[in-house]
């Protein structure tokens, strides 16, 4: 069984600019959800989806924000990127029914803005 | 952003020594679980606990989920060098898949 991938896997940006990342689900996986990893702050918590809606959202900023499409692969997308939006962006899938926090990574996209 | 509190920071041990480390939090969770990162990869699940007092083993790892729901603590015995990376705990306080992180224990095994 294929595992989460992410795309791209690394990608420099300047401030201003806007990214965004891709993920594709363990087949099956209906829950897609984001974390943003610093050296400074951890893994933080972005959103969560399932069937295309927002069930969970974080403390971010609406610069930060996502979708899903029918098939389970979630976008997430982040606008007017500044200096500290520099980080591993990981995406975690799950079946999805029942939300026990077991989770499967992605390797992340990792972005770098300057 | 909230993060649990994860001690020790880091870790050198031996080739064969046992690992304990402890994650605590001001607040309760139904859900406490330990994850593994290694250099250029995302988390990977290690144990997931899901009652309180709950003892659970995986191979050489057992971790356990405090009696006050606001604590739990992983070991691991006989280390080997595999076990160098990144060990995180997470905190699930609801039926969701939103997790609270520690921040992290680096484990160096020397053979």
């Known amino acids: 069984k294929a595992g989460v991938t992410q795309t791209p896997r690394y990608l420099i940006k300047t401030r201003g600019q806007q990214v965004t990342l891709s993920c594709s689900p363990i087949?099956?996986?209906?829950?897609v959800s984001w974390y943003q990893q610093t050296p400074g702050q951890g893994l933080q918590f972005l959103f969560e989806y399932f069937s295309e809606t927002q069930r969970n959202k974080g403390n971010f900023p609406g610069r930060f924000s996502g979708r899903q499409f029918s098939n389970s692969r979630s976008e997430m997308n982040v606008s007017t990127l500044e200096l500290g939006d520099s980080a591993l962006y990981l995406c975690?899938?799950?079946?999805?029914?029942?939300?026990?926090?077991?989770?499967?990574f992605g390797e992340g996209s990792r972005l770098t803005v300057l | 952003g909230q993060q649990l509190n994860q001690s020790p920071q880091s870790m050198f041990i031996q080739e064969g020594e046992d690992v304990s480390m402890n994650c605590t939090s001001s607040?309760?969770?139904?859900?406490w679980l330990w994850y593994k990162q290694d250099p250029g990869e995302g988390p990977v699940l290690l144990i997931a606990l899901y009652k309180a007092g709950e003892l659970t083993s995986n191979g050489r790892l057992t971790a356990q989920f405090g009696i006050t729901r606001k604590d739990s603590f992983l070991n691991i015995s006989a280390s080997i060098p595999s076990d160098v990376g990144i060990y995180f705990c997470a905190g699930n306080a609801g039926a969701t898949n939103k997790l609270i992180f520690g921040t992290g224990t680096l484990l160096a095994v020397q053979p």
């Open positions: 975690a899938s799950s079946a999805g029914q029942l939300n026990t926090g077991e989770l499967f």
């Open positions: 607040s309760i969770f139904n859900t």
């Open positions: 087949s099956g996986h209906r829950s």
